[in-house]
């Protein structure tokens, strides 16, 4: 088959605040095709199970690259970039190796490592959304406080700073982890990184966001300090 996407993507289909507050889509359970299928006709070169297939995830993919980009014009470059990606790529896609979902996470998120390592500049990251911070682990307070502060309009610029001083290792955890509502387990797949070392990842950058928003979710003494530096 052509390893060319033989027909333009379709346009995003949801604004960014639609995106942030919508599911992951798709047809009920009794009746739509498997996203296993759907890569296996891909790779056939079935150009209408791209389409499904690239509707069904268009929304949380460009999610997470929005939250790693921080501007919605490199995330639409970079979600166009994904699926192709995904189009030449399906013939390689194991199921027994993991998860569709997870194998497409793990090619936006390359995509996303590679198009940030040419940066000559990191751009400013938006915040997680707060309906999707929901924590349930060990460190579920902490969690829990920054996810609360997340409601407060007043706020989300301080944790948006908070989030792009952090190192992207421990960014892309968070992001996969609360914006995309993933597993330790599924977040392995993505990254490649082991379990243990993906939980200390997230608790490492649950603290570090705390330690920098402060109890109020303002910007505690190691931001305010990090501010004012020249």
């Known amino acids: 088959m052509d390893h060319a996407v033989p027909f333009d993507l379709p346009a995003l289909a949801a604004s960014v605040e639609e995106e942030s507050r919508e599911d992951e889509a798709g047809e009920p359970a009794a009746v739509a095709p498997t996203d296993h299928d759907l890569i296996a006709r891909v790779a056939s070169g079935d150009t209408e199970a791209f389409t499904v297939l690239y509707r069904r995830y268009e929304r949380p993919v460009f ?12 995330a639409e470059d970079w979600l166009q970039e994904t699926f192709t990606r995904v189009w030449r790529a399906a ?11 997870s194998w497409i996470f793990a090619i936006a998120l390359n995509t996303a490592r590679r198009q940030m390592s040419l940066l000559s500049s990191r751009a400013s990251h938006v915040p997680i959304d707060d309906p999707a911070l929901g924590l349930q682990d060990e460190a579920a307070q902490g969690e829990r406080q920054i996810a609360d502060r997340l409601d407060d309009g007043r ?7 908070a989030l792009a ?17 993933l597993s330790f387990a599924e977040i392995a797949e993505v ?16 603290a570090a966001l705390r330690e920098r928003l402060g109890r109020d979710g303002t910007p505690g003494r190691r931001g305010r300090e990090t ?4």
């Open 63 to 74: 999610g997470l690259l929005f939250r790693l980009a921080g501007r919605r014009t490199l």
């Open 91 to 101: 013939a390689t896609h194991d199921p027994a190796r993991g998860a569709a979902r």
């Open 155 to 161: 706020r989300r610029a301080a944790v948006a700073d």
């Open 165 to 181: 001083e952090l190192p992207d290792f421990l960014r892309e955890v968070i992001v996969l982890r609360c914006s995309r509502e």
């Open 191 to 206: 990254t490649g990184a082991p379990q243990g070392t993906l939980k200390s990842r997230f608790h490492r950058a649950v």
């Open 227 to 230: 501010r004012r530096r020249p």
